[in-house]
């Protein structure tokens, strides 16, 4: 081994920590030759996963490693898109999808085993996520919009407005900038962005998320907008299994920011679980996953303290 290799190792060793345990060919050839490259590649160190795309072997396969090896195996002026991005960025409802990728109209597509889009794609539109070229939540919305009903664009929009991925101000300024842009349907962005312009974001958007999630993977669908008498005063409920006594709230801070909701919220969770109810408080933290985990246990949980009885 010449006195180069161990140092050469470790500076790509050091590169792929930040790529999911990728390098590129080129990455390689600036410090090995391309024998060595053959070498490393014969011996299993580097594992072809893409033309021109190496994973050193025992690294962890994962989506964002897909995503971030066929944008290196790409190049430059590439993005993830359409619903592949909207799950990068992590929006909860949208599952893992296949991979999708959007190159500029010029650009000659490839021959990737992944759906290419050749649209406009200016470099205000793409972001980095974990290193990971993307299209910005804005310019995803867009895209979406023309692929997706528009009950799921709405349910996408609100996730990212809750996590501050995205403002309603720099959708509408997307649409208006004077960018070439994909095909997208117009009137329904309009009206989506007027609906939250006017503070209108609508209990109903996390409220419909909750339920979709829950009766999703067969769950008992909750009852909707369950009030609870008190005595002198009535409590309602986003979702209730009432003869369980198990409440589901959507706390969302852009809903109870204020001081008069605050505490009126946290009045309410006391009074019911005075009188013997769960109440499971849901932020946009949670994911669907989290919810459904939770909803389960509190069911479970009845269940077995009703046998008891």
Same mark, same amino acid.
């Given at each position: ?126 972001? =980095?996520? &974990?290193?990971?070229?993307?299209? /910005?939540?804005?310019? %995803?919305?867009?895209? !979406?919009?023309? #692929? +997706? ?125 005075? =009188?013997? &109810?769960?109440?499971?408080?849901? /932020?946009?933290?949670? %994911?669907?996953?989290? !919810?459904?985990? #939770? +909803? ?14």
């Amino acid at each position: 081994m010449c006195p180069s290799m161990p140092s050469a190792l470790a500076f790509l060793h050091e590169l792929a920590c930040r790529q999911f345990g990728l390098v590129t060919r080129q990455q390689v050839l600036e410090v090995l030759s391309p024998s060595q490259l053959c070498r490393r590649v014969s011996d299993g160190v580097l594992i072809p996963v893409h033309r021109g795309v190496y994973r050193f072997a025992g690294t962890q396969r994962s989506y964002r490693q897909r995503a971030m090896a066929i944008c290196l195996a790409v190049g430059d002026r590439v993005a993830i898109s359409h619903m592949a991005a909207a799950y990068l960025w992590q929006v909860s409802c949208i599952a893992a999808s296949p991979l999708e990728i959007t190159v500029p109209i010029s650009r000659r597509a490839g021959d990737q085993a992944v759906r290419t889009h050749r649209l406009p794609l200016p470099p205000g539109d793409v972001a =980095e996520r &974990w290193a990971i070229p993307v299209t /910005t939540p804005a310019r %995803t919305v867009i895209d !979406l919009s023309s #692929r +997706v009903p528009e009950s799921l664009l709405d349910r996408v929009v609100d996730d990212l407005l809750r996590r501050r991925k995205m403002t309603v101000q720099a959708l509408a300024q997307r649409l208006d900038d004077g960018d070439p842009l994909p095909r997208h349907r117009l009137s329904v962005l309009r009206d989506l962005i007027d609906w939250r312009r006017n503070d209108h974001r609508g209990a109903s958007v996390p409220e419909d998320w909750m339920f979709d999630a829950i009766v999703s993977v067969g769950l008992p669908p909750p009852v909707r907008h369950y009030v609870v008498d008190l005595g002198a005063e009535v409590r309602e409920l986003d979702l209730a299994y009432p003869d369980w006594k198990i409440g589901i709230e959507y706390d969302g801070w852009s809903f109870h920011s204020d001081a008069t909701h605050f505490h009126h919220d946290r009045d309410k969770s006391a009074r019911l679980q005075l =009188e013997g &109810w769960i109440v499971l408080q849901v /932020t946009s933290g949670w %994911t669907a996953e989290l !919810l459904v985990a #939770r +909803v389960a246990a509190a069911i479970e949980l009845r269940r077995d303290s009703f046998v008891a009885r």
